[in-house]
T-cell receptor
Framework: GQQVQQSPASLVLQEGENAELQCNFSTSLNSMQWFYQRPGGSLVSLFYNPSGTKHSGRLTSTTVIKERRSSLHISSSQTTDSGTYLCAPLTGNTGKLIFGLGTTLQVQP | DTTVKQNPRYKLARVGKPVNLICSQTMNHDTMYWYQKKPNQAPKLLLFYYDKILNREADTFEKFQSSRPNNSFCSLYIGSAGLEYSAMYLC??????????FGPGTRLTVL
């Protein structure tokens, strides 16, 4: 079965609303990495988070290893936040990332 | 600078012909990775170099080759392209197999 599941698959917000993106995984992990991708753009690393909570501007990442889940919170969303958000647990001692299918976010003005 | 570069950005290849994709980074990272991404699928690890040691995933072992002539460069080589190789190929690098930084990708189309 799929090792990494992201929810929701897609999300539409009005500008200013908050978003909570979820990532659940069945594999063991050493850390969690969250990425952002614009259509046609590169994967941009948002967070590298082994555990606990990290903040970066309007973004917050929380990883709970024991519960095999991670979340990405976006506060006061802006139209420029639109794109795809991918989570990827980093597994084993090889640094291998196992990706989810992503959450596609659309923020409307 | 966390830039990973990939060349070319777009590649058109004929079935049965070889393909060579190039990746470079100037961050002195010890590990370089190649992922394959197809539409509506998650990116999938093909292989990685840790320093000079190549590690290939079991299910793609025979399909892809790679070389790393120096710390900064890594190539992905397909000896005989098939239609199933059409995909986006993503290169990434990291230090000590921690946070990975990705390049823009090479879109390969095999006809």
């Amino acid at each position: 079965g799929q090792q990494v599941q992201q929810s929701p698959a897609s999300l539409v917000l009005q500008e200013g609303e908050n978003a909570e993106l979820q990532c659940n995984f069945s594999t063991s992990l050493n850390s969690m990495q969250w990425f952002y991708q614009r259509p046609g753009g590169s994967l941009v690393s948002l967070f590298y988070n082994p555990s606990g909570t990290k903040h970066s501007g309007r973004l917050t990442s929380t990883t709970v290893i024991k519960e095999r889940r991670s979340s990405l919170h976006i506060s006061s969303s802006q139209t420029t936040d639109s794109g795809t958000y991918l989570c990827a647990p980093l597994t084993g001692n090889t640094g291998k990332l196992i990706f989810g299918l992503g959450t596609t976010l659309q923020v409307q003005p | 600078d966390t830039t990973v570069k990939q060349n070319p950005r777009y590649k058109l290849a004929r079935v049965g012909k070889p393909v060579n994709l190039i990746c470079s980074q100037t961050m002195n990272h010890d590990t370089m990775y190649w992922y394959q991404k197809k539409p509506n699928q998650a990116p999938k690890l093909l292989l990685f170099y840790y320093d000079k040691i190549l590690n290939r995933e079991a299910d793609t072992f025979e399909k892809f080759q790679s070389s790393r002539p120096n710390n900064s460069f890594c190539s992905l080589y397909i000896g005989s392209a098939g239609l199933e190789y059409s995909a986006m190929y993503l290169c990434a690098s990291s230090r000590d197999r921690y946070e990975q930084y990705f390049g823009p990708g090479t879109r390969l189309t095999v006809l």
